[in-house]
């Protein structure tokens, strides 16, 4: 089933795009322990316990989000966003788009679904990639991308046995779905489209009916 054609929103992308060059996790961090470190410091001074209260409410509480606040701020302005980048959440695609989350440490990958599409708004393509229907089939869908819009031309069946192997170990999706024109985050949550590798693919999909 074809989708009508959505028009992406830049603010989004650039949105997610920021988070993904975010430092502003590690430095909230930071300003917790060192409030925390100072809380606990000053703890034996003979002070008097409300104005200990307020000062450990500052370092622990007030100094970290205001911090974190700052941070944000400056990131938003400071870390560049890709000329052209948009994109649209994929729940107003008729098919959820399929991605990886690597997992952390020794955890195992697993097949998830990105909740946010991005492309550069630069000219007409296009790209295959496996979605999912409302019935949970993995399905091979052919985007198409024109500036700031996108749909979903088509889908296909992928052949069975291709669907069986990445359900079963979802470490060989990338091997059969990669390429070098799509961008996934590690934890599935996103994909981008670049223009730049646009028709690079590695290897053709197989698809369900195919001899070959």
């Known amino acids: 089933m074809a989708s009508d054609w959505i028009t992406g929103d830049s603010k989004t992308a650039a949105s997610i795009w920021r988070k993904m060059k975010s430092t502003s996790t590690p430095v909230w961090l930071a300003l917790l322990i060192m409030g925390l470190v100072i809380a606990w410091l000053i703890g034996g001074l003979p002070w008097p316990p409300a104005f200990l209260w307020a000062l450990r409410v500052l370092v622990v509480i007030v100094i970290p989000v205001v911090g974190m606040g700052i941070r944000m ?53 296009g790209f295959q990639w496996p979605v999912r229907d409302g019935e949970g089939r993995l399905l091979l869908a052919a985007f198409k991308v024109e500036g700031p819009r996108i749909r979903i031309a088509e889908t296909k069946p992928i052949d069975a046995d291709t669907v069986r192997r990445v ?46």
């Not at 959440?89 to 098919?95: E, F, G, K, S």
């Not at 779905?177 to 799509?182: I, L, N, T, Y």
């Open 73 to 125: 701020w400056h990131e938003s302005t400071s870390i560049p966003v890709p000329e052209g980048l948009t994109g649209v959440r994929a729940n107003l695609l008729p098919y959820s788009p399929v991605t990886v989350d690597v997992g952390k440490g020794n955890a195992d990958p697993t097949l998830t679904t990105a909740s946010t599409v991005m492309w550069t708004n630069a000219g007409r393509s």
């Open 167 to 212: 359900e079963a170990n979802p470490a060989r999706f990338q091997a059969k779905f990669g390429r070098p024109d799509v961008i996934t985050a590690k934890d599935g949550a996103w994909m981008r489209f670049d223009h730049a590798h646009a028709g690079r693919t590695k290897r053709p999909v197989k698809r369900a009916g195919s001899k070959k």
